[in-house]
């Protein structure tokens, strides 16, 4: 069996020249769009849509792993959700064609029970990938090398299971880490992402190229895919990242409105209505903060549209007057101080629609992108 990232040379034929990803997601179509994996968004039924589509669907696996968590029986009940939708409910022992589970890594005293509680899960569901994110350096730096827990050791231990790994960085330091580490394929996410993401890093125009640049020059022979993530939303911006170097490209808040997402009504109405992204989307520890969320390492923040707690909060209010007046409109039933996750290409979201149909009309206006651009080069 080949386990992606080990060396082999790419299989191209003499009419079509695959990518990696083709090679390791046979089901998908050129260029590869990819869903997220957004906790308590991304859900089973998103997933297999995008799949269908020729793109490949990630499911929201949490970020408690310890034995018991209920976010285990709940990423069991979504693989489950997914094999339906593909149709492949009376046949438990096929792979999910390109399906895979996100997992968050900065949950410290959950870490080490993932080959434990959640690789058995995944061994039982099949599907085709794992994409790690927010491993925390502390607990990297004190860990002995290989240690449970530790991005190396999780990603020998599903590749030993014959998952492609993807692992999201922001810079092209931790990029280099995560390919050292064994990783298939680099998520270079910019700043202009939306939800949780480095506190400093650089948008994908220069993220993506520098990548790709160090991954061609310092790991020769290794089979690494870089895919662009962050500000993307619509066909023009996937023409772009791919023009950058990236293989595929990732789209989050683009899926929120998904009609398959398991987003509230107030959330996708916020997302429509939401332009200027630049000025409306705000990247701060804010959010976290507010929320009483405290499982990030300060190196990450997270990028949210801009809403009353904030406002209050740049104006210098007070953070207990804040956080009094963000619980009282919880209780009230007002969602005006809520934090939505959104990149800064929400102002390009303008419809619900299924995930599928946003894989092919991203495709789709990509295609068409690109032909356009190609008389600049007559």
Same mark, same amino acid.
């Given at each position: 069996?080949?386990?992606?990232?080990?060396?082999?040379?790419?299989?191209?034929? +003499?009419?079509?020249?695959?990518?990696?990803?083709?090679?390791?997601?046979?089901?998908?179509?050129?260029?590869? &769009?990819?869903?997220?994996?957004?906790? #308590?968004? +991304?859900?089973?039924?998103?997933?297999?849509?995008?799949?269908?589509?020729?793109?490949?669907?990630?499911?929201?696996?949490?970020?408690?792993?310890?034995?018991? $968590?209920?976010?285990?029986?709940?990423?069991?009940? @979504?693989?489950?959700?997914?094999?339906? %939708?593909? /149709?492949? %409910?009376?046949?438990?022992?096929?792979?999910?064609?390109?399906?895979?589970?996100?997992?968050?890594?900065?949950?410290?005293?959950?870490?080490?029970?993932?080959?434990?509680?959640?690789?058995?899960?995944?061994?039982?569901?099949?599907?085709? %990938?794992?994409?790690?994110? %927010?491993?925390?350096?502390?607990?990297?730096?004190?860990?002995?090398?290989? +240690?449970?827990?530790?991005?190396?050791?999780?990603?020998?231990?599903?590749?030993? $299971?014959?998952?492609?790994?993807?692992?999201?960085?922001?810079?092209?330091?931790?990029?280099?880490?995560?390919?050292?580490?064994?990783?298939?394929?680099?998520?270079?996410?910019?700043?202009?992402?939306?939800?949780?993401?480095?506190?400093?890093?650089? #948008? &994908?125009? $220069?993220?993506?190229?520098?990548?790709?640049?160090?991954? @061609?020059? @310092?790991?020769?022979?290794?089979?690494?895919?870089?895919?662009?993530?962050?500000?993307?939303?619509?066909?023009?911006?996937?023409?772009?990242?791919?023009?950058?170097?990236?293989?595929?490209?990732?789209? #989050?808040?683009?899926? &929120?409105?998904?009609?398959?997402?398991?987003?509230?009504?107030?959330?996708?109405?916020?997302?429509?209505?939401?332009?200027?992204?630049?000025?409306?989307?705000?990247? $701060?520890?804010?959010?976290?903060?507010?929320?009483?969320?405290? =499982?990030?390492?300060?190196?990450?923040?997270?990028? +949210?549209? !801009? *809403?009353?707690?904030? /406002?209050?909060?740049?104006?210098?209010?007070?953070?207990?007057?804040?956080?009094?007046?963000?619980?009282?409109?919880?209780?009230?039933?007002?969602?005006?101080?809520?934090?939505?996750?959104? *990149?800064?290409?929400?102002?390009?979201?303008?419809?619900?629609?299924?995930? *599928?149909?946003?894989? !092919?009309?991203?495709?789709?206006?990509?295609?068409? !992108? =690109?032909?356009?651009?190609?008389?600049?080069?007559?």
């Amino acid at each position: 069996m080949h386990f992606p990232g080990h060396s082999r040379k790419k299989e191209e034929s +003499a009419q079509t020249a695959l990518t990696m990803l083709n090679s390791w997601f046979p089901t998908t179509k050129n260029p590869v &769009i990819i869903s997220a994996p957004m906790y #308590g968004i +991304a859900n089973g039924t998103l997933a297999a849509e995008v799949s269908k589509a020729g793109g490949i669907g990630f499911v929201g696996g949490g970020f408690d792993f310890r034995p018991n $968590s209920p976010q285990l029986t709940t990423l069991s009940n @979504e693989l489950t959700l997914a094999r339906k %939708a593909l /149709d492949l %409910a009376d046949r438990p022992l096929t792979p999910l064609p390109s399906i895979g589970v996100g997992l968050l890594l900065t949950h410290t005293v959950s870490v080490p029970h993932i080959t434990d509680t959640v690789l058995p899960i995944l061994q039982e569901h099949s599907p085709q %990938a794992v994409w790690l994110f %927010a491993n925390d350096p502390d607990f990297e730096a004190s860990s002995e090398p290989g +240690a449970k827990g530790t991005a190396k050791q999780l990603i020998e231990a599903f590749h030993a $299971s014959g998952f492609v790994v993807f692992f999201q960085v922001g810079t092209v330091k931790d990029a280099r880490k995560a390919v050292q580490d064994g990783a298939d394929v680099i998520v270079a996410q910019g700043i202009d992402a939306g939800g949780h993401q480095l506190a400093k890093g650089s #948008g &994908i125009v $220069s993220l993506v190229p520098e990548v790709v640049d160090m991954i @061609e020059k @310092e790991f020769k022979g290794r089979e690494v895919v870089v895919v662009a993530a962050g500000g993307v939303a619509d066909g023009r911006g996937v023409a772009s990242a791919l023009g950058l170097g990236a293989e595929g490209v990732v789209l #989050g808040t683009r899926f &929120i409105v998904a009609t398959e997402a398991a987003t509230p009504e107030f959330r996708r109405k916020l997302i429509l209505e939401t332009t200027d992204g630049g000025l409306n989307t705000v990247k $701060s520890d804010f959010h976290d903060q507010i929320n009483s969320t405290k =499982i990030w390492h300060n190196v990450y923040d997270g990028r +949210a549209v !801009r *809403g009353a707690s904030y /406002d209050d909060h740049a104006a210098g209010l007070p953070f207990e007057e804040n956080i009094k007046k963000f619980k009282e409109a919880a209780s009230a039933g007002d969602n005006s101080r809520t934090v939505t996750w959104a *990149g800064t290409a929400v102002g390009l979201v303008k419809d619900q629609k299924p995930a *599928g149909d946003i894989v !092919r009309e991203l495709r789709e206006e990509a295609k068409q !992108r =690109i032909k356009k651009i190609q008389g600049f080069a007559a």
